[in-house]
């Protein structure tokens, strides 16, 4: 099979043939419908070595967003049957300690966290995945997995983060949003479906993007700048928004976060920048929560599924067949892909 593979670091990825997984006890091979490309990747074909914790060897088969149908079934493994359609839990934990035992994979005390495309494992660029366990799979239903994948990543992360904010959103309140791509559009539509959120506001450089985001829910679209710090802080009486989402995580962005945050409130960095939030006696504003969350929980994971089968939310999707999974990250790269790019395999 052909799989898009990190041979050298910081050289560009290959499409190469390899091998198809065979399932051992307790695995799954996956036929990839979609794959998702998203910008953590980008970090992982930037970086000269491997992330600390990580550990990543090379070759390795990118993609940590996937979708497709059941393939084959290893020894053992019961609930699915060739043909059904799954998407794929990415953060892949070792299902042992607390966390892994109360669904928190994410942040699975051995792992650090990584897995799925991201720890040492093949991704799902590729036109098979093997994924090593069962519980790592929830039925799709009726939805398309080349549709569908991107919730594994942008939905997830970003319905996670909303998500521990939820009891500041009452009547009245605001939402910021920064950064208006993929994950973006997908908190703005978590945001409206699950929060009381009077105002949700979007921040972003890129015009189209914020008419997107208009389009997604969002009811005022800021160009990014010290004008839309002044008018967050006129639609919330000066005092800021009870939630700040950060989706870029650069120091001009965390910069304008801590302005636009108010005391009490909460201030989340989803976004992988690299930049420093200022940090000193009045910034973040008193008392205000900060927070890096990372990916979510696979119980999330479902509930995400279930708001997609009602429609309420929907990832902007532009798709790629695998031969040009290069060009597609290169877009992705230049900031000219509006929701997600998904590489399709079978297509």
């Not at 399932?23 to 036929?31: A, H, N, S, T």
């Not at 359609?85 to 070792?94: D, K």
């Not at 006696?281 to 994971?301: I, N, Q, R």
């Not at 790629?320 to 290169?330: I, K, S, T």
Request: hydrophobic share 40%.
């Amino acid at each position: 099979m052909r799989a898009f593979q990190l041979v050298e670091w910081q050289k560009p990825p290959q499409l190469r043939e390899v091998l198809v997984p065979e399932p051992g006890p307790g695995q799954v091979l996956v036929k990839i419908g979609g794959a998702g490309a998203c910008h953590s990747d980008l970090h992982i074909m930037q970086a000269p070595v491997p992330p600390p914790g990580n550990g990543m060897r090379l070759p390795f088969t990118l993609g940590h967003e996937n979708a497709g149908w059941v393939e084959k079934l290893g020894p053992g493994v019961t609930g699915f049957a060739p043909d059904d359609p799954v998407i794929v839990y990415g953060p892949w934990g070792c299902g042992l300690c607390a966390n892994c035992r109360r669904g928190r994979e994410n942040y699975c005390q051995k792992t650090g966290g990584r897995g799925g495309g991201l720890g040492g494992h093949d991704g799902g660029m590729a036109e098979y995945l093997l994924v090593p366990a069962s519980r790592f799979l929830i039925p799709l239903g009726t939805l398309d997995p080349r549709e569908a994948a991107p919730l594994t990543d942008a939905g997830l992360t970003s319905y996670h983060a909303v998500k521990r904010s939820l009891h500041l959103l009452g009547p009245g309140s605001a939402a910021v949003v920064i950064g208006a791509g993929g994950l973006g559009q997908m908190a703005i539509q978590i945001l409206r479906a699950l929060s009381a959120a009077t105002t949700i506001v979007a921040v972003d450089t890129a015009t189209d993007k914020l008419d997107t985001a208009k389009r997604l829910g969002a009811d005022e679209a800021l160009l990014s700048g010290d004008q839309a710090v002044t008018r967050v802080k006129d639609m919330t009486h000066q005092q800021g928004a009870q939630l700040v989402l950060d989706m870029v995580g650069l120091d001009p962005t965390l910069r304008m976060a801590a302005q636009m945050a108010r005391a009490l409130g909460h201030l989340t960095i989803v976004g992988l920048g690299g930049g420093a939030l200022p940090v000193n006696f009045s910034s973040p504003p008193h008392e205000c929560s900060v927070a890096a969350p990372y990916w979510g929980s696979l119980p999330e994971l479902i509930d995400v599924i279930a708001l997609a089968r009602q429609r309420k939310v929907r990832m902007l999707v532009e798709h790629f067949p695998l031969a040009r999974v290069a060009e597609a990250y290169q877009l992705l790269q230049d900031g000219k892909i509006q929701g997600r790019a998904v590489i399709t395999p079978q297509m």
